[in-house]
């Protein structure tokens, strides 16, 4: 059972990639981390020293707060938080833990360089169908929940990702990192590349690859994902909401893969019958 103030890494496990996770700020020391330079999916680094000082960019927000082994660093910087006004909890154990745990950690050599506000920024060709909209959900799900996303001519792409310090992700072109590689799609290459191999993201990247592929023979469910991307690219106009409706279809299809995959829908029998 979690102490006062701390959750569990079983916790925090359910509720990393949902849109319910909090806020995850690692803290450990310069050197901790250079030791093992991943970050628990999610999480953000900000230094312990400054905690008071930027304690105050997450309120609004409910935090959990990471540092080598859940003691004194992570104590302290939760408590400066609540003092700001932000409700904050200490992962058990730590970064340690989690890793010494199996479960998977973003490599920090991996991540696009941030902005002056601490974001990623992506770059990718307008008019996204699935990839496009199944990448950023899970960039912002996974990776960096306050990812930018910059939707641009096809051909504007490589120019505006140097112009403006951007990742490009799903175009064609030599040296473009994120994209297609033989049979996987731009999914399956950040799952693979981000360290995020688990169950429930594994069975989405098939149903993706398969719907982003013409791959149907691949998931019973790639058809279904197919048709609401589609649908939602002639509903949306404009691509920024457009992404903002496919996350909560992503949303959707994650966790039936996660917790519903077993379930069935049967008719209900009159009572009599």
């Not at 330079?37 to 707060?65: H, M, N, T, Y």
């Not at 006004?85 to 998977?104: I, K, S």
């Not at 993201?201 to 791959?215: E, N, S, Y």
Request: proline residues 8%; hydrophobic residues 45%.
């Amino acid at each position: 059972m979690s102490s006062l103030n701390t959750i569990s890494i079983d916790k925090l496990t359910r509720l990393i990639g949902t849109p319910a996770c909090p806020t995850l700020i690692d803290v450990q020391t310069d050197e901790d981390f250079a030791a093992a330079p991943r970050l628990v999916p999610g999480a953000v680094r900000r230094p312990w020293k400054g905690a008071g000082d930027w304690a105050g960019e997450f309120a609004g927000q409910s935090a959990i707060v990471i540092c080598q082994k859940g003691l004194k660093l992570s104590q302290g910087v939760a408590a400066w938080l609540r003092h700001a006004g932000v409700p904050a909890e200490v992962l058990e154990g730590g970064a340690l833990a989690w890793g010494q745990a199996g479960l998977p950690m973003i490599p920090h050599s991996k991540l696009p360089p941030r902005d002056a506000k601490g974001r990623t920024v992506w770059v990718t060709r307008a008019r996204p169908k699935v990839d496009r909209i199944a990448c950023p959900w899970l960039i912002r799900r996974f990776v960096d929940p306050q990812a930018v996303f910059l939707y641009v001519t096809p051909s504007e792409v490589p120019a505006v990702a140097e112009r403006f310090n951007a990742a490009p992700f799903d175009i064609e072109g030599e040296g473009v990192f994120w994209s297609h590689r033989g049979e996987l799609c731009t999914f399956d290459v950040m799952i693979e590349e981000f360290g995020l191999h688990m169950p429930a993201l594994d069975h989405l990247a098939k149903i993706v690859r398969g719907a982003d592929t013409a791959r149907p023979d691949l998931a019973p469910e790639a058809p279904g994902l197919l048709a609401a991307s589609l649908g939602l690219s002639r509903m949306f106009a404009e691509d920024l909401p457009q992404l903002e409706a496919g996350m909560l279809v992503y949303d959707a299809f994650y966790r039936w893969c996660r917790d519903a995959t077993s379930e069935t829908h049967n008719w209900p029998v009159k009572k009599g019958a």
